[in-house]
Nanobody
Framework: QVQLVESGGGLVQSGGSLRLSCAAS????????MGWYRQAPGKQRELVAT???????NYADSVKGRFTISRDNAKNTVYLQMNSLKSEDTAVYYC????????????WGQGTQVTVSS
């Protein structure tokens, strides 16, 4: 079992920056693939970025070059640095932990709101 708690969301002007954090507890954090997803009003939840155990990252095309995902296994925390924010980045951002071998071991945080004003 993994518990995830996100923080760092808020209101920011277009072009600004925010850093989201997701603290994990309850299992061996380092083996999990960690990801950030987002869901805007009226839209489906979509992938933003993922980072695997070895540090390899993957990004949605819409955030490449602006967002950076990273993890600190010693602190059981994953981060999402968001720069050059746009109004279309407004959404609830969710942290996800997925076991690389056990499909049922898939966990979500409660979400944190990011609002970008134009």
């Amino acid at each position: 079992q993994v518990q995830l708690v996100e923080s760092g969301g808020g209101l920011v002007q277009s072009g600004g920056s925010l850093r989201l954090s997701c603290a994990a507890s309850g299992s061996i954090f380092s083996i999990y693939t960690m990801g950030w997803y987002r869901q805007a009003p009226g839209k489906q939840r979509e992938l933003v970025a993922t980072i695997i155990r070895g540090g390899i990252t993957n990004y949605a095309d819409s955030v490449k070059g602006r967002f950076t995902i990273s993890r600190d296994n010693a602190k059981n925390t994953v981060y999402l640095q968001m720069n050059s924010l746009k109004s279309e980045d407004t959404a609830v951002y969710y942290c996800n932990a997925a076991h690389p071998l056990k499909i049922t071991n898939d966990y979500w945080g409660q979400g944190t709101q990011v609002t970008v004003s134009s």
